[in-house]
Every structure is written in structure tokens, then in C-alpha cells.
Nanobody, 118 residues
């Protein structure tokens, strides 16, 4: 089993920045991808971005250009740096780890609330 623990989040001012971390523990299959998803009230969950164990990244359109996802494979930790925050970024941000085996397996963190307010 894989456990994911998120940290960061909270209340952030409009135009400000946030940094979220997600640390995975347990028996982790490689290759894999670690990513952030978010869900605002009444909205569908959307991709923020992910980074593979090989270092490839992909970002959702709504955060592209103002977000950076990175990971430290030695620490099994992923980071999200997001700048120029808007009220539309308010959501619950959840960490995901997808093991990229023959049958992909998803693990999720509990989620962390990010509220952007002026």
C-alpha cells in the first residue's frame, strides 16, 4: 500500500504564491507519476499537473505558465509551486500517485484546502 501525505495550503492572498508538498511512503512501483488535482465546490475535479518518475511534466491549461511541479525521487516527495494566484484557484488540492504498471493503480491523499482571497 502507498500512503500520501500533503502539506501546505491554507489562506493565500490574491496575487500571492503557494507551495504544496506531497510525500509518498510504502511500496511504490516505478515508473509512476505524481500529480496534483483540484476540485472547487460544484465543479469537476481537474488536473493541476503531474510529473513522472522520469521527470516529464504536464500542466492543466488553467495553471500553465504560473505553476511548476517538481519531485525529489530520493525523498518520494513532489512539490507544487503556484504563483499569481486568483480566486478561481480556490479548491481542495489532492495529491495523486499513479503506478504505471500493466494495470495502472491510483493512490490519493486526503486533500488540502487552498483559499485565495483578497
Amino acid at each position: 500500500q502507498v500512503q500520501l501525505v500533503e502539506s501546505g495550503g491554507g489562506l493565500v492572498q490574491t496575487g500571492g504564491s503557494l507551495r504544496l508538498s506531497c510525500t509518498a511512503s510504502g511500496s511504490i512501483f516505478s515508473p509512476n507519476a505524481m500529480g496534483w488535482y483540484r476540485q472547487a465546490p460544484g465543479a469537476q475535479r481537474e488536473l493541476v499537473g503531474f510529473v513522472t518518475s522520469g521527470g516529464m511534466t504536464k500542466y492543466g491549461d488553467s495553471v500553465k505558465g504560473r505553476s511548476t511541479i517538481s519531485r525529489d525521487n530520493g525523498k518520494n516527495t513532489m512539490y507544487l509551486q503556484m504563483n499569481s494566484l486568483k480566486s478561481e484557484d480556490t479548491a481542495v488540492y489532492s495529491c495523486n500517485l499513479r503506478e504505471l504498471g500493466i494495470i495502472p493503480t491510483d493512490y490519493w491523499g486526503q486533500g488540502t484546502q487552498v483559499t485565495v482571497s483578497s
